[in-house]
């Protein structure tokens, strides 16, 4: 399996960090060693002293596919989740400097944390209301209606590119409000009033 990334899905989140709106999906990936299950705790790497949280919803691919056609994309994933898609922002910020790939700051082990996921039917439209609390006060507000790509056409544009197999992942941005993580911090992640996520960081 593979995660998909897509980065800067969200007018106010690429503002915050002074980035230019995408014309096209920002994609990257993580590889399967960079999952974190649910329920499990992330210890804070060596490598970096600015570790960031970025809730993000997360779609699992139900069938295979490659060149989806958008009247088709939906039939991709039947089950949504959450995940934080975990960044060493000081070590991005070199890559970004350098113009260098982001992976050493994006991918690294348990960079993809995921929570548990529940069935897309019970949301009308796709239109999912997500937040995350950090140590119990909410730090994170996101409303998928604000996408820039929406997940119908995020299944379009990475298929063009990378078959999509049963099993992969698929991150679809944060909204505003990412932020720094220190050891002992506690990460919840809701969708409405439920809690998907739980992630201890040690
Ligand atoms: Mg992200």
Redesign the pocket.
Known sequence: MKII?I?RNYADHAKELNNPLPKEPLVFMKPPTALLLEGKAFYIPAFTDDVHY?L?VVLKICKNGRHVQPEFASGYYEEIGLGI?M?ARDIQQKCKEKGHPWEIAKAFDHSAVIGSFCSKEQFVDNRILFSLNKNGETVQKGDTQDLIFSFDYIIQYVSKYFKLQMGDLI?T??PAGVGPIKKGDVLEGFVGEDRMLRCEIR
């Open positions: 990334c980065g970025e993000e898609d960044t991150f941005g944060t």
